[in-house]
């Protein structure tokens, strides 16, 4: 009998049952994603990750999936230079759009001055904030 096993720990091996059963699916439905990894890394002078862009590419689209400043950096439009780097590489991967979702105000107007636009909002995501979803597309090279 098929049974529910609600958990806040799942292991390993219990997400990689999820992830490749719906890989699985959706190549057979649509087709190979072709997902790669992609991250721009801000390092300090001693090689150390101190923050930059973590997300994917896939059927064509760059996600990112966190950007992070650090504070000694913010105000210098380094979130607008990690995004150009992002946008280049997918672009040259294949990509022709790309998206990214916050609830801070301040990366939202950061994200629309490099082009980004809003095509969702989730109101009180979290309490009190909306949580938009934002789009670009790429230029093609």
Excluded at 31 to 38: N, T
Aim: charged share 20%; glycine share 10%; with cysteine.
């Amino acid at each position: 009998m098929t049974e529910f096993d609600i958990t806040d720990a799942p292991s390993d091996a219990d997400l990689a049952a999820i992830s490749q059963g719906l890989t699985a699916f959706n190549a057979a439905d649509i087709g190979v994603s072709q997902r790669r990894a992609l991250a721009v890394l801000i390092r300090d002078d001693e090689g150390n990750t101190i923050g930059g862009i973590s997300g994917y590419t896939g059927w064509g689209w760059l996600f990112t999936q966190w950007l992070f400043v650090p504070d000694t950096l913010r105000g210098q439009g380094m979130a607008g230079k990690l995004l150009d780097a992002a946008e280049a590489e997918a672009a040259a991967r294949g990509c022709f759009a790309a998206w990214i979702d916050t609830f801070n105000p301040q990366a939202l107007r950061a994200y629309q001055r490099q082009g980004y636009t809003i095509f969702g909002e989730l109101p009180d995501f979290p309490v009190g904030r909306s949580r938009f979803f934002l789009q670009k597309k790429l230029p093609q090279r």
